[in-house]
């Protein structure tokens, strides 16, 4: 840590260490992985990680294991389009994680942000197989779950401003044809829901519904991804749970 031998701030080096593996990972991670990881003290680690879960830098879920915090989000609206739902982001933390515990797979919540799907919070779920999240990941606007309910909520002025003229091919299973696309986002408007059939990654399926505000404006989407394969009986649990899991979400915004 070159800085902390001249002018710098050895503690901050060591926040800033502990950020770059948060950041780094695709999932949340425990004490004692970030030690390793990290190379500094346990101690110093659980002191750190303690001071930033105060701040909402960091949060530690109900596994135990720290991923990063909202706060982080937040105060990048200083410097980013702000978007409507981040005020939301750490009072829904405990929701999320209840959902992701009772249905065992990671439950995402996606927003519109700078003209792209950025995920801004999420929840680890619980099963052998269950899909990792990345907060502050940014996802293609015409492929994916909460991709399609985020951009069939957009009128179709801001619809034709934002997507690409050429849709790219993630997959086989990704529509490239704007027509096919447009008549797809219309019935995702009608139904109230998208399903991902693996057009972003042909492994990953994904259900998603929208979150609404106190105007009843959409702002953000739920979606839960899961593997492809998956039983029937169980692929349709996750879609209720899609839906269920964004009308709590929506409800607990309206309260507030």
Not at 113 to 133: C, F, N, Q, W
Not at 177 to 204: I, M, N, P, Y
């Amino acid at each position: 840590m070159k800085s902390s031998e001249q002018n710098g701030n050895p503690a901050i080096d060591r926040v800033m260490l502990i950020f770059a593996e948060l950041e780094k990972s695709r999932q949340s991670l425990g004490l004692r992985t970030i030690v390793q990881r990290t190379q500094i003290a346990r101690s110093t680690v659980y002191r750190l990680l303690n001071s930033l879960e105060e701040h909402g830098m960091v949060r530690q879920s109900a596994d135990g294991n720290y991923s990063l915090g909202s706060r982080i989000l937040q105060l990048a609206e200083s410097v980013t389009q702000t978007s409507a739902f981040f005020p939301f982001v750490r009072l829904l933390h405990p929701l999320l994680d209840r959902l992701a515990l009772n249905l065992g797979e990671a439950h995402k919540v996606s927003v519109l942000e700078r003209d792209a799907i950025m995920v801004v919070a999420g929840a680890s779920g619980k099963t052998p197989h269950s899909l990792s999240y990345t907060v502050g990941e940014y996802l293609p606007l015409h492929a994916g779950g909460a991709s399609k309910v985020l951009i069939a909520s957009l009128s179709p002025d801001k619809r034709d401003a934002i997507l690409p003229r050429k849709l790219e091919a993630l997959t086989e299973r990704t529509i490239i044809d704007r027509a096919l696309l447009d008549r797809e986002l219309e019935t995702v408007s009608k139904q109230g829901w998208a399903h991902d059939s693996g057009e972003f990654s042909l492994s990953v399926c994904s259900f998603a519904a929208p979150i609404y505000n106190q105007s009843a404006e959409i702002i953000a989407a739920l979606s839960i991804p899961y593997l492809a394969g998956t039983p029937p009986e169980t692929v349709e649990k996750i879609k209720q749970a899609a839906l269920s899991g964004a009308a709590q979400i929506s409800k607990t915004i309206v309260s507030h």
